[in-house]
């Protein structure tokens, strides 16, 4: 059983403060992390991920044993943590086959690879040019390298916004059986509360709500506009 604790963080930039008091993560957790743009949604991950610097505490908790995360190294956090940024450059024109093999770190085995590539429908496009593919396409493939790890613990960054309806579905289906915990910042508030089972809504750098059941209360809250159910759906009212 692994946990990520994070305590005390603080971070500054100019008038806007990212305060987070507490926060711990288990494996197997499915964590949906919602609200407006600005509010830190990928500045908390990335904090989680060790790539932003921020004061207070980040903790792993793994095997009875508590390292502090900013102490191990990055092939070392690459065992715990995999990560998928909002946006993703690749400078080479490689082929899709030879993108999602350049991992660093971690090793993967054929038959995994094979697998994931499967479910989310990239076998037909190995052999194509990155620069050929769609941009939700091209989202599937980074995907898959975030994916191939298996670390305990999967954050990703608006990981199906430039999904079709068919590979949202698909993707997030696949994800939730995952056993790692998977932290992602969603934008569509009803594939969140369709698939997710705990969610953290924040404000203004803040975390305002984190629990396991949407209100359509605290959506308002973290919206700042009118927000009605319908059946099993958030709209606005």
């Not at 957790?29 to 743009?37: F, R, S």
């Not at 997030?172 to 969610?199: K, W």
Request: aromatic share 8%; with cysteine; net charge neutral.
């Amino acid at each position: 059983m692994e946990l990520i604790c994070l305590k005390d963080i603080r971070l500054v930039r100019g008038d806007w403060v990212l305060a987070l008091n507490a926060l711990e993560i288990s494996a197997g957790e499915k964590v949906a992390i919602l609200g407006e743009n600005g509010s830190g949604k990928t500045t908390v991950l990335q904090i989680i991920a060790g790539l932003l610097k921020a004061s207070g505490q980040i903790e792993l908790v793994s095997d009875g044993s508590v390292y502090s995360w900013h102490s191990l190294g990055a092939e070392e956090r690459a065992k715990h943590l995999s990560y998928l940024p909002q946006r993703t450059d690749v400078l080479f024109n490689l082929n899709v086959s030879d993108i999602v093999r350049l991992r660093y770190g971690v090793p993967f085995s054929a038959a995994r690879l094979e697998e994931v590539v499967n479910i989310l429908s990239l076998a037909g496009l190995m052999s194509r040019r990155y620069s050929e593919l769609s941009g939700g396409e091209r989202r599937r493939v980074m995907l898959v390298r975030a994916l191939l790890s298996d670390a305990p613990f999967v954050l990703l960054d608006e990981p199906t916004a430039p999904f079709d309806m068919r590979h949202t579905e698909q993707t997030m289906r696949y994800l939730m059986s995952l056993p790692c915990a998977v932290v992602a910042s969603i934008h569509d508030i009803n594939v969140a509360a369709r698939y997710f089972t705990r969610f953290i809504l924040l404000k203004e750098g803040k975390i305002i709500f984190d629990g396991g059941q949407l209100n359509a209360e605290k959506l308002e809250e973290t919206y700042n506009m009118p927000i009605r159910t319908c059946g099993n759906h958030f709209i606005p009212a």
